[in-house]
Nanobody
Framework: QVQLVESGGGLVQAGGSLRLSCAAS????????MAWFRQAPGKEREFAAA????????YYADSVKGRFTISRDNAKNTLYLQMNSLKPEDTAVYYC????????????????WGQGTQVTVSS
């Protein structure tokens, strides 16, 4: 059984920064890709960023490219999302997810999900 637990969300003013963490636990945890998705009220869950667990190749949605940085610490089984220059439209619940596929951007391709952490950006 794999568990993903996010932390680090909160309230921040526009232009500010937050760092999200996702701690993974469970036997033989070895995904191909881990990612961050986000879901704003009334909207579908959308891809934000992903990282290959083996070689750290990264992928970003256009909406966050240049502002967000995804990284991982394999030894700690922890995924991170550094979010800079935050905008009100970044307000959402942020979820980490793990997939056995290579660099997927669609939510259905991710098998394990965390419970989410709220990020609110005030204008």
């Amino acid at each position: 059984q794999v568990q993903l637990v996010e932390s680090g969300g909160g309230l921040v003013q526009a232009g500010g920064s937050l760092r999200l963490s996702c701690a993974a636990s469970g036997r033989a945890f070895s995904p191909n890709t881990m990612a961050w998705f986000r879901q704003a009220p009334g909207k579908e869950r959308e891809f934000a960023a992903a990282i290959s667990w083996s070689n750290s190749v990264t992928y970003y949605a256009d909406s966050v490219k240049g502002r967000f940085t995804i990284s991982r610490d394999n030894a700690k089984n922890t995924l991170y999302l550094q979010m800079n220059s935050l905008k009100p439209e970044d307000t959402a619940v942020y979820y980490c997810a793990a997939s056995y596929n290579v660099a997927p951007r669609l939510a259905y391709e991710y098998y394990y999900w965390g419970q989410g952490t709220q990020v609110t950006v005030s204008s």
